[in-house]
């Protein structure tokens, strides 16, 4: 904790294992820590000036190589376990403003962010957004995977009166699925995390309503 480690303040959002075995804990402000057994201690990775959005971790996840992919929502940062690159509109990333990451089953990691949601795979980008796809609302919230591919997120606009949100279901191909307040019995239109659980049916986060989940 903060009275016996480098965690310092840090408030510890999630935590993934890479290829080479390494523990990463992602934390809100402080970017990412990653645990030195040899010390018993954590060692902080920082993309930007401590405590600023550069080290806000939005989304970590592992893809099937082993490569770690950290979301902050001024870039994409991949660690090949052993150098860190930087991923944003400057080095050829459609992304823009990440918001969370999961890797596909198959290889390659999905990205959502503000414009869209973002398959990269084999040096190539895939984007899907309102203009090219039914995904009804471009800013991606958050995102989960199932074993067979299937991919849940919920999107939102809190822009527009009233707030436009979602849930959407996507295999990855074709098939889309779009769930809404207006058309579902969901108890809130606010949508917060998604996550599938063991039996494959998927679980929503209403916010201040509770969970809902879609079988």
Not at 199 to 205: E, I, N, Q, Y
Request: glycine residues 12%.
């Amino acid at each position: 904790n903060w009275q016996n480690s480098s965690l310092g303040g840090a408030s510890i959002m999630n935590f993934v294992q890479d290829g080479n075995g390494d523990l990463w804990a992602a934390s809100d402000m402080w970017g990412i820590f990653r645990y030195r057994p040899e010390i018993n201690d954590w060692e902080p990775k920082l993309f930007g000036p401590g405590g600023s959005t550069a080290n806000y971790i939005a989304g970590m996840a592992r893809d099937t190589d082993g490569n770690l992919w950290v979301a902050t929502p001024p870039s994409l940062h991949f660690y090949n376990g052993t150098n860190w690159f930087a991923i944003g509109p400057f080095h050829g990333s459609p992304v823009d403003w990440p918001t969370c990451a999961v890797a596909d089953p198959d290889g390659g990691v999905w990205i959502g962010a503000d414009n869209g949601l973002f398959r990269y795979r084999n040096g190539i980008w895939t984007a899907y957004n309102t203009d090219n796809s039914p995904l009804p609302i471009n800013h991606v919230v958050h995102i989960d995977i199932r074993p067979d591919g299937l991919l849940g997120m919920t999107v939102a606009n809190y822009i527009n009166t009233p707030p436009e949100t979602a849930v959407v279901l996507f295999d990855g191909e074709a098939d889309w699925q779009v769930y809404t307040a207006a058309t579902h019995p969901f108890p809130h239109w606010q949508f917060g995390q998604i996550g599938f659980d063991v039996d494959g049916d998927l679980w929503v986060s209403t916010i201040s309503e509770g969970v809902v989940e879609i079988v």
